[in-house]
């Protein structure tokens, strides 16, 4: 488990110091920490709206699989409160 993490931590580490190599090139001599911030800012939103439009979907289809209104009244009530989409945005 521990060399899964370390192999893990190395692989990212990696990709963003291929990512720094890059930006650096490409971006004006004073001005490589703002395209840094900037770059890593936009890829973790990136990364999170990819998530939430994954998760969403799932989510839904597991609440919709239950939606026989007599066998599971509690689900049909959060379903129709829009709960799911609540607490798909949240993962």
Same mark, same amino acid.
Request: aromatic share 16%.
């Given at each position: 488990?521990?060399?899964?993490? %370390?192999?893990?931590?190395?692989?990212? %580490?990696?990709?963003?110091? %291929?990512?720094?190599?890059?930006?650096?090139?490409?971006?004006?001599?004073?001005?490589?920490?703002?395209?840094?911030? $900037?770059?890593?800012?936009?890829?973790?939103?990136?990364?999170?709206?990819?998530?939430?439009?994954?998760?969403?979907?799932?989510?839904?289809?597991? $609440?919709? $699989?239950?939606?026989?209104?007599?066998?599971?009244?509690?689900?049909?009530?959060?379903? %129709?409160?829009?709960?799911?989409?609540?607490?798909?945005?949240?993962?």
């Amino acid at each position: 488990m521990n060399d899964q993490l %370390q192999e893990t931590k190395n692989f990212i %580490q990696d990709l963003s110091e %291929q990512l720094y190599l890059y930006i650096t090139k490409i971006s004006p001599a004073g001005l490589d920490w703002v395209f840094h911030a $900037f770059t890593k800012l936009a890829i973790l939103v990136i990364v999170f709206l990819l998530i939430d439009f994954l998760v969403k979907p799932v989510i839904n289809l597991i $609440f919709r $699989f239950f939606h026989n209104e007599e066998k599971y009244p509690v689900i049909k009530s959060i379903y %129709q409160s829009r709960i799911t989409n609540s607490v798909a945005h949240l993962f």
